[in-house]
């Protein structure tokens, strides 16, 4: 094996490790920030070491054992200054005691609710929505700033910051690092939930660029959903996320023309849908349980999924079942866009002037005033009507509103169809 064969199997390695590395860690120094430099830390010893010594059977026990005598050495250098790092240490140097093996048998056996711990922490409501995504990336999905930056379409310098103030807000706010109980659960569970659904959606539809979809940020949030099922399988919610991830991906090869242009979901060929992600995420909703009027809004969202996935064809989408289950899901999360989708489901089960009916009576529709997704909405309902110059109109309107590229050119497209 090469050098570089050798350096690029110790980066698969560190990217594998990274989350439950940092995770272990946080809960040691109690500081996210300093978690991740010793993290950091370790892998430069294991550039050192590993290309001559070979990858040990145990990577992740040495990463972490790596990793917390750097971290005695540096609180040594610091001489320890405050009583938080004195304690610290002597339970570092009680850790350092243990063979390595040892230490890797308790990350087998501890690792869930430390992982568990460091979700929760970076999807902390402190933080802003935006802070929250890029953290919950860089300490569990182990993407690199950059990385961060191109799936976001922002730079690394906007993003970089973000991620420093998000980790200064978090020790400064002196977190104990633990999974919340109770009341405090709940909320904090919504903010996990919500993070990674605005990670899928990013990649799911874009909101920016020259890309319909990036199917690489919609498998980073499946991949961190797994992790939460997995390490939660007692919250419903949780595996009602999942499934409504894991079947929307299903149709992600089939949501694009050969020009990168979008095929709307009446129109796309089943026979490109995922037949294994439909599976995964039908198993995902049972778990979940059979949706109700008290079901949370991921599994009501995912039994609307669910119904798409089992028709054959389009023609045989029960409409009818999916305006019912969005009367529920306004009544469990009202939403001015969950009132545009209702109306969509409305429009194809009862026709396209009942679509527009319930258009007109959106509460707060200064919320959708620049949302493109509206006029395009309400000129797919003129168009089926056969109202064809209004239908123009909210086509270009809709067009100049989106900021992606490929939807803008199917907007004028759709604008152009109606003569």
């Known amino acids: 094996m090469t050098a570089a064969d050798t350096h690029q199997a110790i980066e698969a390695v560190f990217r594998i490790e990274w989350a439950k590395l940092v995770a272990g860690l946080a809960q040691l120094v109690r500081d996210v920030g300093l978690a991740e430099e010793l993290a950091q830390d370790a892998l430069v010893v294991a550039l050192s ?3 001559e010594s070979g990858i040990p059977k ?3 026990a040495w990463l972490m054992a790596a990793a917390k005598r750097r971290g005695i050495d540096g609180l040594r250098r610091n001489r320890m200054l405050e009583r938080k790092h004195a304690e610290i240490t002597r339970d570092l140097e009680e850790e350092r005691k ?13 690792i869930g609710d430390e992982l568990l711990s460091l979700i929760f ?3 902390h409501p402190l933080l802003s929505r935006e802070a929250r995504a890029a953290l919950t990336l860089r300490l569990i999905g182990g993407l690199t700033t950059g990385e961060i930056a191109r799936a976001f379409l922002s730079n690394e310098a906007t993003i970089a910051q973000r991620i420093v103030r998000a980790k200064k807000t978090l020790g400064n706010a002196g977190l104990t690092f633990e999974v919340p109980r109770g009341k405090e659960r709940g909320e904090r569970l919504a903010s996990v939930l919500e993070v990674i659904y605005l990670i899928f959606n990013e990649g799911y539809v874009a909101t920016a660029g020259e890309d319909l979809v990036r199917p690489a940020l919609c498998a980073e949030a499946q991949r961190l959903g797994r992790i939460l099922a997995g390490l939660m399988p007692d919250e419903p ?6 499934a409504l991830m894991e079947i929307q991906a299903s149709r992600l090869a089939a ?4 020009d990168g242009s979008p095929v709307p979901l009446t129109e796309q060929n089943r026979a490109r849908w995922d037949q294994l992600l439909i599976r995964r995420g039908l198993a995902a909703l049972e778990r979940a349980g059979a949706p109700t009027a008290t079901s949370g809004p991921y599994a009501l969202q995912a039994a609307l999924a669910a119904c798409h996935a089992r028709a054959r064809k389009a023609e045989d989408t029960d409409w009818q079942r999916i305006a019912a289950l969005y009367d529920n899901l306004m009544d469990v999360t009202p939403s001015p866009v969950i009132d545009l989708n209702r109306s969509v489901a409305y429009s194809m089960a009862f026709g396209p002037e009942a679509g527009l009916k319930l258009l007109d009576r ?3 529709p200064e919320t959708l005033r620049d949302y493109a997704p509206l006029p395009a909405a309400k000129g797919d309902f003129l168009f089926r009507a056969g109202r064809l110059a ?3 109109a909210q086509f270009e309107r809709a067009a100049g509103l989106t900021r992606n590229e490929r939807e803008k050119a199917f907007l004028l497209q759709r604008a152009a169809d109606c003569g």
């Open 98 to 110: 243990a063979s390595i093996e040892d230490i890797g048998a308790a990350m087998d056996d501890d």
């Open 121 to 123: 922490t970076a999807c």
């Open 58 to 60: 145990n990577p992740g």
């Open 49 to 51: 070491k590993w290309p």
């Open 362 to 364: 959106i509460a707060q």
């Open 255 to 258: 949501r694009q023309g050969p």
């Open 390 to 392: 209004e239908a123009r």
């Open 237 to 242: 919610e949780v595996f009602g996320l999942l």
